[in-house]
């Protein structure tokens, strides 16, 4: 009886024991490799080791994994190969557009088994140099996945056109609302309302043969603490609003509605926000001066700035001045005092 145990191993480890004549690694996340005949090319993005028991014996045999070949088509775990350095004629293998789609300006790839989808902004060319000879390798950079998350840079994936069932673009369509993972906030199309959501669902709907992905938000809460039912459409307050901006901001008690409502959901807390921050994006309702919309959602705020320029309240009795400063001397308290952000 054989038994097989496979081990994900750390790169540096796996370098040390193993070495790494066969393949070569650009970086933690991408290994590329060719076969012993130098005609098919493979960018891998981890590493594995499989262990086999055999009675008392044990062998091991290291691979790389998470491969696809220069036709973006993914392979399964590699066990042995050649450095590309070691082949002529290498210097474009890598250079190839048939791991992403790109066309009428959207850049797309998926992961290998088609569970992530990635939108990104520039196809950019590295080039990799070794003893005199140079490998040129295309990558995405500037990402995002169909989450909301940043990536930086993607080496290898999948044309999701080609090689992911029932892909659809609008699983990117997600500028109507903000997301952080672990919140969601929208606007209503006025931009007078304001909803803070705990999950994201998809509906699918079916034409024929054709289906189409489409998002909801949902287990939201309005800022006065109302469960509302799914939401389908609206806006990203900080894009899409005309929402205040200022240097630095200091934020604490961070809440998902501006006051409790009848739901138990409504009026907790959210964020771990507790202090400055810079480059504050906020808004501001009506009947709520204690509180502005952030990304961290309805928040208590400190500023020494006030008045309708920036939407803010004085705190602590203070007065807001003509020029939009909070304070308690005649200078802020007399003439042209902004009675509606401020004691005057």
């Known amino acids: 009886m054989k038994l097989y ?74 066990y042995s190969g050649k450095n590309p350095f070691d082949c002529k004629n290498v210097s474009n293998a890598f250079d190839n557009d048939n791991w992403y789609y790109s066309k009428n300006n959207k850049i797309m790839t998926a992961n290998s088994n088609c569970s992530r989808y990635y939108k990104c902004n520039e196809v950019g060319l590295m080039e990799i140099v070794e003893n005199k000879k140079s490998i040129a390798m295309n990558f995405l950079y500037e990402c995002t996945d169909n989450n909301g998350n940043y990536v930086n840079y993607i080496h290898s994936g999948k044309n999701p056109y080609k090689m992911c069932k029932n892909f659809s673009s609008s699983i990117f369509d997600k500028d109507w609302y903000y997301s952080d993972n672990d919140k969601y906030i929208v606007a209503n199309s006025n931009c007078n309302k304001f909803y803070t959501c705990e999950e994201l669902g998809i509906q699918v709907s079916v034409n024929g043969k054709k289906s189409v992905e489409s998002y909801f938000l949902t287990d939201c809460i309005d800022e006065n603490g109302n469960v509302v039912s799914n939401i389908y459409s609206g806006k990203n307050p900080f894009k899409s609003c005309n929402y205040h901006t200022l240097s630095s901001l200091n934020l604490y008690d961070c809440r998902n509605s501006y006051k409790s409502g009848k739901s138990k959901n409504s009026y907790k807390i959210i964020s771990k926000q507790n202090g400055k921050i810079k480059d504050a994006k906020y808004l501001t309702s009506s009947g709520t001066s204690g509180r502005i919309l952030t990304k961290y959602g309805w928040c208590k705020y400190d500023s020494d700035r006030c008045g309708k320029d920036f939407g803010l309240h004085c705190h602590s009795n203070y007065c807001c001045s003509k020029y939009g400063y909070c304070g308690n001397t005649s200078n802020h308290c007399g003439k042209n005092c902004q009675s509606n952000f401020g004691k005057c």
């Open 5 to 78: 145990l496979i081990v994900l191993l750390n790169i540096t480890l796996i370098n040390n024991v193993f070495g790494s004549n066969w393949y070569y690694s650009v970086d933690d996340d991408i290994h590329i490799v060719a076969n012993s005949k130098c005609n098919k090319f493979y960018r891998c993005n981890d590493f594995g080791l499989e262990a086999i028991v055999d009675h008392k014996k044990s062998t091991t045999k290291f691979f790389l994994s998470g491969c696809i070949d220069e036709n973006g088509n993914a392979v399964s775990n590699i």
